[in-house]
């Protein structure tokens, strides 16, 4: 009754049978583009192929991808070639790509080129405008998903690392056409809070999840946020514009939370080696001032104070003995000056200096006599004056003009005629 029931590895083994040995599926040629793109360590690719309507799994073994000239990237349209069969694993069918050539360029690829483009020539990419994130914040906010591991990722990250930071969620959607808007709107109300560490992001996905970070709005948001923001978007390999436009990118959400706080036990060796060399320079600072105190108080002016008493007292006496010999040099000086202005010619002939002086006196008044215009006039000359000026030249002179011409015994006035 039994024996009509297979098992599921029976059923997906028959499949796999009919697919494989299927001439028309063991070479089949499609286009599609590219998303979810995996580069395993070992070579591997691992992706998804789609179109508009229908995807299907796709991997591409090492030894087909070294005979590549390009690196496939999610958002490429592609052109590949390979088997179609099933893994027995999860029962799904999926192609194993031998060949892939460029079909020209995703339409997502190019909007974030033209984008990326336009942003870095209006100065938004600029490294000299980045803010420096602190290296011990006290409040830190993050922009992304309330559920999800990224969220988890980043506060048990920062828990551990740096237990006194305040974490604050500003819950936003971050996939679909309302992801971008809302992204926006959660960074603005992050800047009422007084953060000093804004974390924005989300898990990995395909470029088309990770889209509303390469929208325009997100990264002027980010942009003009006062706050030091860290992007931390999709996996190490996701590059998104908000990468190029924050204060720092981050390859992984945990990676933003590791480069947003410290490491407490390296903060704590931090400041044990402060205090020990705190506890050196102190030691050797006391070491120094107890030297210094040793040797002053082994001078020899504080083992014999009366050695300074003694000193200034033979200065003094030194002082006293130069004072009387520069006293009694001068007074003999003076003593001897005294003598000769008391034997010098003038206190011994006085009057032969008056009469000398006499003469010179009378010498010079009848030299000013003689010089005198008292004397002109009194020989009969007169001196001619208009308007109180003495006229030296007729030429100076008009009609009708009013002289005052002086004598030795008076004055006259006259008209020129």
């Known amino acids: 009754m039994n024996d009509k029931y297979i098992t599921v590895t029976q059923l997906t083994r028959y499949i796999k049978y009919k697919i494989d040995n299927d001439v028309n599926l063991n070479e089949v040629f499609l286009r599609g583009e590219i998303s979810n793109f995996k580069a395993h360590s070992r070579g591997h690719y691992y992706f998804t192929l789609k179109d508009e309507n229908s995807r299907i799994n796709a991997i591409m073994f090492a030894s087909s991808t070294k005979k590549l000239k390009f690196v496939p990237q999610d958002g490429m349209k592609v052109l590949v070639t390979g088997k179609i069969s099933v893994f027995e694993a999860n029962g799904a069918y999926q192609i194993y790509v031998n060949d892939m050539l460029e079909d020209g360029i995703g339409n997502l690829y190019i909007a974030f080129e033209q984008l990326k483009k336009k942003l870095e020539l209006e100065g938004l990419f600029d490294p000299l405008k980045k803010k420096k994130i602190p290296k011990i914040p006290r409040r830190i906010g993050v922009v992304t998903a309330p559920t999800g591991a990224a969220i988890k990722d980043i506060i048990s990250t920062i828990k551990r690392r740096w237990p006194l930071a305040e974490i604050y969620l500003f819950p936003a959607l971050v996939q679909g056409e309302e992801a971008a808007p809302d992204i926006v709107k959660q960074i603005k109300f992050s800047e009422n809070f007084s953060l000093d560490t804004l974390i924005v992001g989300r898990g990995g996905g395909s470029i088309e999840d990770l889209w509303p970070f390469n929208e325009e709005i997100v990264a002027r948001a980010i942009y003009e946020c006062p706050i030091p923001v860290i992007s931390a978007v999709g996996h190490e390999i996701d590059f998104t514009i908000a990468d190029f436009v ?54 020899n002016v504080l083992l014999n104070p009366v050695v300074i008493y003694q000193a200034k007292d033979m200065l003094f006496d030194s002082i006293m003995e130069r004072l009387k010999y520069s006293i009694s040099s001068l007074v003999n000086a003076k003593e001897k000056e005294l003598i000769n202005v008391k034997n010098s010619y003038i206190l011994k002939n006085p009057y032969q200096i008056l009469d000398r002086k006499a003469n010179k006196y009378l010498q010079l008044v009848s030299k000013l006599e003689t010089l005198s215009p008292l004397l002109t006039l009194q020989r009969g000359y007169a001196i001619t004056r208009l308007n109180n000026k003495v006229v030296t030249s007729v030429r100076k002179l008009k009609k009708d003009d009013i002289l005052e011409i002086e004598y030795s015994d008076g004055s006259i006035k006259a008209s020129v005629l």
């Open 246 to 299: 924050a204060d720092l990118r981050a390859p992984t959400p945990t990676g933003a939370a590791e480069m947003a706080v410290p490491q407490i036990s390296d903060v704590m060796t931090y400041l044990n080696q402060l205090e020990i060399r705190l506890n050196t320079v102190i030691t050797n600072k006391v070491k120094g001032y107890k030297e210094r105190l040793k040797n002053i108080k082994n001078r």
